[in-house]
C-alpha cells in the first residue's frame, strides 16, 4: 500500500474500517465537498484507488456539514459508522469529545507509515491535536478562515469609513462600540459558536496553548 498523502484525508479518521472478505478492501469516505471541490475529492479517490488495487475508497455526498456530522455520528452508534468522516471546524470539538474516532497518529502508526505531524502550521495542527500528547486526532483537510460581511450604510451612519472595514481585533471591538453608540442593537454578531472567536483571536503570534481544551475533554484554557 503506498502512503496516504493522495487520499482526501477528513477531519475525523478511523470512525471505523470496513473491509469485505474479498481481496479488496472498501474505505468508505463520507464529505460534505459538492460542486467542483466534490469532483477534486472524487479524482484524489480515483487516483489513490489506480495505485492501490487492493483498497476502494468510496467517497459519498452527505449534504452540508451539519447533515454530515449528524450523520456521521448517527453511523457511529448503530455500528455503521464510515472510515473517513469530514468534519468541519464547528464540529472538531465535538467529535474529539465524543470518543467516535480513531486519532489520526494512531491510524497511521498502526499502518507502519512514517506521518510528519511538523509538515502542518503550528496554528492550523495545533487547533486538532490533543494538548496532552501534543499529536493530531484529526488531520486538517479543506481548511478555512471566517470572512467577514460588513453594512456600508451603517458605517456612514456610525461615522465610519465605509471603505475601511475593521483589519484587527481592536478595531473590531471599536467599530462595534461605535456601531451601537450610533443606534445598532448590536455592533457585531457571529454565525459560529462563541469558542470559535476565541480560537481565531489567539492564533495571531502561536497563542494556541492560551486555547488548549475549549471546552472539550482534551483542551484545557491556561487564560
Excluded at 470559535?196 to 471546552?215: C, F, K, S, T, Y
Aim: net charge neutral; hydrophobic share 35%.
Amino acid at each position: 500500500m503506498k502512503p496516504l498523502h493522495y487520499t482526501a484525508s477528513a477531519l475525523a479518521l478511523g470512525l471505523a474500517l470496513m473491509g469485505n472478505a474479498q481481496a479488496v478492501t472498501t474505505i468508505p469516505f463520507w464529505h460534505s465537498m459538492e460542486g467542483e471541490l466534490g469532483k477534486e475529492v472524487d479524482s484524489l479517490a480515483q487516483r489513490f484507488n489506480a495505485e492501490n488495487p487492493d483498497y476502494k475508497i468510496v467517497s459519498t455526498y452527505k449534504g452540508n456539514y451539519e447533515q454530515n456530522l449528524s450523520a456521521g455520528i448517527a453511523a457511529f452508534r448503530t455500528g455503521n459508522a464510515p472510515a473517513i468522516l469530514q468534519v468541519y471546524e464547528v464540529g472538531t470539538a465535538t467529535m474529539m469529545a465524543s470518543k467516535a474516532i480513531k486519532p489520526v497518529y494512531d491510524v497511521f502508526k498502526e499502518a507502519g507509515i512514517q506521518f510528519d505531524e511538523s509538515q502542518f502550521v503550528p496554528t492550523v495542527s495545533g487547533y486538532y491535536s490533543d494538548s496532552k500528547t501534543g499529536h493530531l486526532l484529526s488531520q486538517p483537510f479543506n481548511s478555512s478562515t471566517p470572512v467577514l460581511y460588513y453594512n456600508k450604510d451603517a458605517f456612514k451612519k456610525a461615522g465610519l469609513d465605509p471603505e475601511q472595514p475593521p483589519k484587527t481585533w481592536q478595531d473590531l471591538a471599536d467599530y462595534a462600540a461605535k456601531l451601537k453608540a450610533s443606534g445598532m442593537k448590536c455592533g457585531y454578531a457571529s454565525g459560529w459558536q462563541g469558542w470559535i472567536q476565541l480560537e481565531n483571536r489567539h492564533l495571531p503570534g502561536d497563542r494556541r496553548r492560551h486555547v488548549r481544551r475549549a471546552g472539550s475533554g482534551h483542551h484545557d484554557a491556561d487564560l
